[in-house]
């Protein structure tokens, strides 16, 4: 049996340019990096998330930019310019469960209209140049709405569909029902690919093992926690603590870089913004340490316990 495709998820406001590339470098192992969802604003690509698209930003070997939006037009206008900078495939988010997204019927909030899903997923006949994806979840209300969905998306010319086994309204709590994923994958004519609480080589290897037929796995959250995670399954084996703990090290300090450079808030701001990956980074690691990390301040605080946290 071979070994499976590995892809980082989307994760907003985490998965960005600096992480990406620091990641690549210290840790590897993802066959794609898709990135943190591209909305409109005022009549095109927010600038934000275009700025994180420019090719001299990012240094991954395949970045696959995702758009949310509600209809092919829509995507339309977030896909031309961000074509023009050279990219050739797209993801298209159905899947995002925040509440001001679903409530546009964006994200998971499209799931229950199939004739909204078809109109989207028109975007794939107006640019036969380019290769499109989905992402999404089992249904928004319920695991229902992705079977209801599956003529449309088997009708659609897409290079594979992720599906995140929970629905819009479980957000990230509760179980995956693996059972309903099951069944849609049985019926989807495209390459399928797993996203929901893989966390470890063991929970790879069940996926390999428990469906088959699966293209690859979309870690997030997991990847985070354990970003020699994706390294570990290409090589086989599993790092050393003090290889994790360098490698991470490591990380840390070019996110940080790259974000005291580019930020203009201040020191409240980095903060706030570096704290967020400890929601997710080295959980085993000391809770004394990350408690610190948590109510730090001062970047000196900060400094001091992350040294602390990853030097044990």
């Not at 967020?276 to 000196?300: C, M």
Request: net charge neutral; hydrophobic share 40%.
């Amino acid at each position: 049996m071979g070994l499976l495709a590995l892809y980082m998820a989307p994760l907003q406001g985490l998965t960005e340019a600096p992480f990406r590339n620091s990641f690549e470098r210290n840790f590897g192992g993802v066959d794609a990096y898709f990135t943190p969802f591209v909305r409109q604003e005022h009549g095109g690509p927010r600038r934000k998330d275009l700025r994180g698209l420019e090719p001299d930003a990012n240094a991954v070997p395949r970045l696959v930019p995702q758009l949310m939006a509600a209809s092919a037009d829509e995507a339309d206008l977030l896909l031309r310019p961000i074509a023009a900078l050279g990219y050739r495939e797209f993801d298209l988010n159905l899947g995002c469960a925040f509440p001001a997204m679903a409530k546009k019927g964006k994200g998971c909030g499209i799931l229950p209209y199939p004739e909204r899903v078809a109109d989207l997923l028109g975007i794939a006949g107006r640019h036969p140049e380019y290769a499109f994806s989905v992402k999404m979840r089992l249904g928004y209300e319920d695991a229902e709405e992705c079977m209801r969905l599956l003529p449309v998306l088997n009708a659609a010319r897409l290079s594979r569909v992720t599906v995140h086994a929970r629905t819009g309204k479980q957000q990230y709590k509760g179980e995956c029902d693996l059972a309903a994923f099951a069944r849609f994958a049985a019926e989807c004519r495209h390459p399928v690919v797993y996203n929901g609480d893989v966390r470890t080589l063991e929970g790879i290897g069940a996926m390999q093992r428990d469906f088959p037929f699966l293209q690859g796995v979309m870690l997030g959250r997991g990847l985070l926690a354990a970003p020699w995670l994706a390294a570990e399954y290409r090589q086989g084996e599993e790092w050393t603590t003090e290889a994790r703990l360098a490698a991470l090290r490591s990380l840390h300090r070019d996110v940080l870089e790259a974000y005291s450079q580019r930020l203009e808030g201040g020191e409240g701001q980095l903060l706030t913004t570096m704290k967020g990956f400890w929601d997710y980074w080295y959980p085993e690691g000391d809770r004394k340490w990350h408690k610190k990390i948590s109510k730090s301040t001062k970047l000196v605080d900060y400094l001091q316990a992350v040294s602390c946290l990853l030097e044990a």
